[in-house]
Each structure stands twice: as C-alpha cells, then as structure tokens.
C-alpha cells in the first residue's frame, strides 16, 4: 500500500516538476519537488528505499532535462541512499528536521550532479542551488504534514 | 564469519544496480539523442507525465490569475481610470494635431498658390465679423493695398478688400449680398459668364448674364478676370444647383464655396 503510495506521490510530483516550477517563481526562485519528494520519503524510509526512490525521480528529471540521464539518476540515488542512511542516527522526526533535510538533500544532490556533470558556469548553478535549496525547504512543510500520517498507516 | 564479513549487504547491492541501470538509461539516450530521437525511457516518463503536468499548469494559472485579480482589484480599477483620463487626453490632442495639419495644409497652399500676374501680399486674420460679412486682415496701405484687391487663401477666393488703412484692412466676404463678382464656368467652352455675390447665408448665387449657358451641378466656378483688380481663374466654388426662371427669363446657380471662412488664419492679397 505504502509502496503504491509512493510510486503515485513520484508521478505527482512528475507532473509538478513538469508543469509548475516555472509559473510559481517567486523572485527567480524556483522549485524542485522531486527532490522535495526524495528527501520526505527518504525520512521515513531506509537506504534502499531511498536509493529506489532516488532513481525514478533521477529518471524522471534526467527525462525531462533531456540529457545527462545518468548523472542525475546517480546523485540523486546517492542522495536518496545517503539520507535514507541518516535514519540509522534515530533523530526525532519533525517539521524541523523534514526542513533541514530538504534543504541539505538538495544541496547534495545538486553538488554531486555539479562534479559528474559540470555545468558551465559554477558560481550561477550554485546560487541557483542555493535559492531552489530554500524553496524546497519552504515546500517540505506541507509535503511533510501530509506525510507523516500516511507513513505512520499499518498497512 | 570471514564469508558474512565479505558479503556485500542488500542495500548497497541496490546502490550499485541502481547505478549501473542509470548508466545503461544514460547511454541509451546518448544513442537516442545522436540519431536525433528522443530514448524510450524519456518518452515513456513525458509521455506519462504531461497530462498531469498540463493539468497542474493550467490549474496554476488559473489560481494565479484569480488571486491576481482579487489582490490587484484597486490598483486595476485605477489604472482603469488613469487609462480612461489618457484616453481622452489623447482624443484632444488628436483634433488639435488634426487642425494643426489644416492648418499647415492651408500654408502650404498659401506659399504654392500661382501670383497669376500679380504680387503677393500676406497678412493674418485678425478679426472675423460673421454677421457682417468682413473678416479683418493685418495689412493695409503700408504695404500698398486698397479697395477692390482680391483676398485668396489656399483654397480659392476670400472676398474684397472693401477699405485699407495703415496696419489693418477690412475684407469683404464672398458671402456679402454687395459687392457682385464677376465669375464664370472654367470648364465650358464658351464660358458661361455671370456675376456671383452671396444670400448672407453660405451659399452663393451665379446669375448668368444668358439665360441660356450651359452650366450644372459640379461645375467649377473661378473668378472672371473682367475686374482690374481681380484676375482671372481664381476657383470661388461649385454649382450645387441650376435654377431657371421662365418667367423672369433668368438662369441663376447655387453655389458651394470652397473656402471655408470660419478657420482662416492667414490669407493672400492679390495687388
């Protein structure tokens, strides 16, 4: 259940990424919600299943963008291991943490795809980074509200 | 032990395969994409993903335009005005750009216009006096005018200077009942001649000396040329009318002039 759960949250947010960044830009800021998505469901989940999580939302964004394919499955199946890895440290789950999460599952996803895919200019895709960090950080809140109580179902 | 120690453990046996099958994805769209093709991966997740996406966007859209609306309702409603205001603004200053363009055209003809043997004198309209008949022009004996000079604008003749003093002189219009004028229809051959003068209202009347001429409605008339002072070919007007008086055995023609008195600004006299 939880399973079928996830995958449709991926096609949601598939059709987010698709179809919203762009028109809710606030002050050039724009959002990745895959990576929202990623990092919400690796907090509730291990590092395999934020690995596989990590891939179909690589897929879909490497799809999208059109190229570099692999380098965006890679980080972010990295990115979904590494956070799935940090529920071994048993922290308590909170809006805080979903936040810091976001922002710090963003920044790593990005900075990996940065050194297996180098843009051409570093110092611009940082800052964008930085400011897509952020407002993914602002989009976990709700995403993560909406979350707990289907992670925390028995079936 | 030695064995469970070495054996790698599910999760990253996931990683890996995970990666490999992303380099596999990534190599099949490199391929795809050097024969100009999109990899099937890609059109499977596009293909999946843009119904919801135009969905999502269209509803993004809606809701900002709604929120828009009720947010920007005031500043829109004054800028609704503003508009509005400008609009009309606008409005003036194109009649004003209009009437201006006149009266450049009118100059215009003014410079152009043919001396017809004579000298050109120019002077402003500096009084006009409708109920009288007389406009009154900024030229007078200084510059050698007198009774009975034809006055032209652009457009054809004006009237007569009736009386000239130093800086100023005083026009009679066509449009006076006295003095008549003598006139003709340029385009017949013979001419049909006659003296023209006005009613006091707009239109004029063409009394032919033969009741028989030829005339119509659209014919041109001009100045006669049978006057010392004012020469031939001047245009005064067209025939709107032709009236013929069995009894009286007289052959009379409204006509329209083709000045038009009311926006004179400047003005030819013909010495």
């Given at each position: 259940m939880k399973r079928l759960i996830v995958a449709l949250a991926v096609v949601l947010f598939g059709c987010f990424q698709m179809g919203l960044p762009s028109r809710l830009s606030v002050f050039s800021l724009t959002p990745n919600y895959l990576l929202v998505l990623l990092a919400i469901v690796a907090i509730f989940s291990d590092r395999k299943g934020g690995a596989i999580v990590g891939f179909f939302c690589g897929a879909i964004e490497g799809s999208l963008v059109g190229i570099?394919?692999?380098?965006?499955?890679?980080?972010?199946?990295?990115?979904?291991?590494?956070?799935g890895w940090m529920n071994d440290l048993k922290l308590q789950r909170s809006v805080l943490l979903a936040v810091l999460t976001t922002v710090g599952g963003t920044l790593a996803a990005q900075v990996i795809l940065m050194f297996i895919a180098p843009p051409p200019e570093i110092i611009p895709f940082l800052g964008a980074t930085i400011k897509t960090a952020m407002y993914n950080g602002v989009i976990a809140i709700p995403v993560y509200v909406l979350a707990r109580p289907i992670a925390e179902l028995r079936v | 032990m030695n064995v469970r120690r070495n054996r790698i453990s599910p999760d990253w046996l996931t990683l890996i395969v995970l990666l490999a099958l992303g380099a596999i994805l990534g190599r099949a769209q490199s391929s795809a994409r050097l024969v100009g093709r999109e990899d099937f991966v890609s059109r499977i997740f596009v293909g999946v993903l843009s119904p919801g996406a135009h969905i999502f966007g269209s509803a993004a859209d809606a809701l900002n335009d709604f929120s828009r609306g009720i947010f920007s309702a005031r500043r829109l409603e004054r800028e609704n005005e503003m508009l509005k205001k400008e609009l009309r603004a606008l409005s003036v200053y194109n009649d004003?750009?209009?009437?201006l363009r006149n009266?450049?055209?009118s100059q215009?003809?003014?410079i152009d216009m043919p001396s017809l043997g004579k000298t050109k004198v120019y002077a402003d309209v500096i009084g006009f006096y409708a109920e009288e008949n007389r406009i009154l022009i900024s030229a007078g004996t200084e510059k050698g005018l007198h009774q009975g000079l034809a006055v032209v604008s652009g457009d054809g003749l004006v009237g007569t200077i009736q009386s000239s003093d130093k800086g100023f002189s005083v026009v009679t219009l066509i449009s006076s009942p006295k003095p008549a004028i003598g006139a003709l229809l340029s385009a017949r051959n013979p001419p049909s001649a006659g003296l023209i003068h006005g009613d006091g209202g707009q239109i004029l009347t063409l009394q032919f000396g033969d009741p028989q001429a030829a005339v119509d409605s659209g014919d041109l008339v001009v100045t006669s040329g049978f006057s010392e002072y004012i020469p031939r070919g001047i245009v005064i007007g067209k025939v709107i009318q032709k009236i013929e008086n069995l009894e009286s055995g007289q052959l009379v023609a409204k006509v329209y002039p083709s000045v038009a008195i009311g926006r004179l600004h400047e003005v030819v006299i013909l010495k």
């Open positions: 570099n394919l692999t380098h965006y499955i890679a980080s972010r199946v990295i990115t979904g291991f590494i956070l | 004003t750009v209009a009437l009266d450049l055209d215009r003809k003014l």
